[in-house]
C-alpha cells in the first residue's frame, strides 16, 4: 500500500472522471485537472467565484462548475481548453446543478424550488419543468441514461413525471399514493422505481415504467419509518433502513419481505465475527526524555497506532441514547451499500456511530461487526472487489475483505484527518480526503492476506 503526496482542495470537491483518467479538485475559486496515474496538472481553469458543486460529463469530456451564491454555472472543456459555457439563471437563482446522462444537457434547479431549468449545450436551446418537489431526493436517471424521474408536487399532492431524455419528452405523469414523498430511485435494471414517503409514515412504493403500482410495503403504522432504501446491484433485492434500528429486504419477483437484519445492543450469533480496533500508544519513560522530545514524540505520525483484535462473543455494542426533544434522532439504519458483486450488505445504524455491520446476503446473517474507536465518517464498497473502506475522521483508513480487517495510518506531516473517501472506478486506489487536503492511497489486488 502506497500513499501520494497531499493536495489542497476546498468544500470536499474531488472527483475522478467516469472514464479513470483524471482527478478534478477545487480550490475557492479554481479548477485543477490532473492525470491520475502521475498526478501531472493538466488543465488550470479559473472560475468566476467560489465554486459550490463540480460534476464531470458521462463522457469525461467536460466539467461542470456551479457558483450557487451567484446563480451561475461555468462548464469547461478538456479538449478545448480554450472554449466554456457560462449559463447564468439570474434572478431565478441556483441551489442544485447536474449534468443529464448524456452529458450535454444541465439540469438547474432554481431557489425555492420552482423550476428545473434544461439547457443544451449543442443547440442552446432551453426548456423548463415546474414544480419540481424539494425533497430528500427528487430526480433520478435510470442506469442506462435513457429516462429521467422527477417528484413533483402540486395542489398539496405528490405526483411523478417520467421524461425521455433524449428529447425531453414527458413519457408519464402520475400521483402516488404518498403524504409527503421524501425521495424516489430507479432499480438498477431500469425496470422499477422506489419511491418512500416521509419519515412520519412508512410507506414504499415501486411503480413500473409505464406508472403502474406493483406494490406497496408498509412495516408499521405511528411511529417513523423510512430512513435510508438500497438496491442491490443485480436489482433482486430492495434493502429498507428504518427508524426502528432494523433492515427489511424486500425481493424482486413478490415485493415482499424475506428476512430482516436487527442491530441488537447485545452479539450473541455465533457465527458472527466482532473486529474491535484498538488503540496503541507507545509507553515511554517521560524521565528520559526531555519536554522538546516529549512534544516531537506526541506528535509525530505514529504516536497512536491501532490494531483489530477479534472480541470473544457476547460483545457489547456501545450505544448512544438520541435526544427525544431533538428534530431527526440518531437513531435508525441511514446507511446502507451493497457490494459491486452483491455478496455483502454493509450498515450503519445512528446510535451506534462507531459500528460498521456487514451482512452476507447468500445466508442472510449477520457475518462481521467493526467496532471502531471513534464515530465512523464514510464508508464505501470497492467497485470491482468484495472489500470495504471506512474512516472516522482520524489520520486512518480501515479496510475489511472476507478474510479480516486492517487499519492502515496515512503517512502524511501534518494533521491530516480523514473526513471521506471515494474509491478510483478501477478499485485500485482511494481518494483520502481531509477538511482541506487529499491524498490518494494506493493499493495492491488483495489488501488482507
Known amino acids: 500500500m502506497n500513499f501520494s503526496e497531499v493536495f489542497k482542495h476546498s468544500n470536499q470537491l474531488c472527483r475522478v472522471s467516469p472514464d479513470g483518467k483524471y482527478l478534478a479538485t477545487c480550490v ?14 493538466l488543465q488550470l481553469y479559473t472560475c468566476l467565484d467560489q465554486i459550490s458543486q463540480m460534476e464531470w460529463s458521462s463522457d469525461s469530456l467536460f466539467i461542470l462548475c456551479a457558483m450557487y451564491k451567484r446563480g451561475l454555472v461555468q462548464v469547461w472543456s478538456l479538449e ?34 420552482l423550476r428545473v431549468t434544461v439547457w443544451s449545450l449543442c443547440t442552446k436551446s432551453v426548456s423548463y419543468i415546474k414544480y419540481p418537489k424539494a425533497c430528500q431526493k427528487g430526480v433520478d436517471f435510470s442506469r442506462d441514461g435513457r429516462y429521467m424521474a422527477l417528484a413533483e408536487r402540486r395542489d398539496c399532492k405528490d405526483y411523478i413525471s417520467l421524461f425521455v431524455c433524449g428529447d425531453w419528452q414527458l413519457l408519464r405523469h402520475f400521483e402516488t399514493e404518498t403524504q409527503d414523498l421524501s425521495g424516489l430511485e ?30 406497496t410495503y408498509s412495516a408499521y403504522d405511528w411511529s417513523l419509518g423510512v430512513k435510508s432504501v438500497a438496491w442491490s446491484p443485480s436489482s433482486q433485492f430492495l434493502a429498507i433502513g428504518s427508524y426502528d434500528e432494523k433492515v427489511r429486504i424486500l425481493n424482486h419477483i413478490t415485493w415482499k419481505k424475506i428476512t430482516e437484519f436487527e442491530h441488537p445492543a447485545t452479539i450473541s450469533n455465533s457465527k458472527a465475527v466482532v473486529y474491535k480496533e484498538v488503540e496503541m500508544r507507545p509507553a515511554l519513560p517521560s524521565d528520559e526524555l526531555s519536554i522538546h522530545q516529549q512534544l516531537a514524540m506526541r506528535s509525530t505520525l505514529f504516536s497512536t497506532q491501532s490494531k483489530y483484535e477479534i472480541s470473544p462473543l457476547p460483545v457489547q455494542v456501545p450505544v448512544v441514547k438520541p ?24 450498515t450503519k445504524n445512528d446510535n451506534m456511530p462507531n459500528s460498521v455491520w456487514v451482512w452476507d446476503m447468500q445466508k442472510l446473517r449477520l457475518l462481521a461487526v467493526l467496532e471502531q474507536a471513534g464515530p ?55 481518494i483520502l480526503m481531509g477538511k482541506d487536503q487529499l491524498c490518494l492511497c494506493y493499493l495492491e489486488a488483495e489488501v488482507v492476506k
Open 80 to 113: 478545448q481548453p480554450d472554449w466554456h459555457c457560462k449559463i447564468d439563471e439570474g434572478s431565478a437563482g441556483l441551489v442544485c446543478s447536474h449534468w443529464s446522462p448524456d452529458g450535454r444537457h444541465i439540469l438547474n434547479t432554481t431557489e425555492f424550488h
Open 323 to 346: 435526544d427525544p426533544d431533538r428534530a431527526n434522532p440518531k437513531i435508525g439504519v441511514s446507511s446502507m451499500a451493497f457490494s459491486s458483486d452483491n455478496r455483502y450488505l454493509s
Open 28 to 41: 475557492q475559486y479554481r479548477l485543477v485537472v490532473r492525470d491520475v496515474n502521475t498526478l501531472q496538472i
Open 376 to 430: 465512523v465518517r464514510c464508508f464505501q464498497w470497492d467497485p470491482r472487489r468484495p472489500r470495504l473502506a471506512l474512516c472516522t475522521g482520524n489520520g486512518k483508513v480501515y479496510l475489511w475483505a472476507p478474510a479480516g480487517c486492517v487499519s492502515v495510518q496515512v503517512p502524511v506531516e501534518g494533521h491530516f484527518q480523514v473526513l471521506s473517501l471515494s474509491w478510483h472506478c478501477s478499485g485500485d486506489s482511494i
Open 186 to 215: 430507479w432499480s438498477p435494471n431500469g425496470c422499477v422505481l422506489a419511491v418512500w414517503d416521509t419519515c412520519l409514515e412508512y410507506k414504499v412504493l415501486l411503480y413500473s415504467l409505464d406508472g403502474r403500482l406493483l406494490s
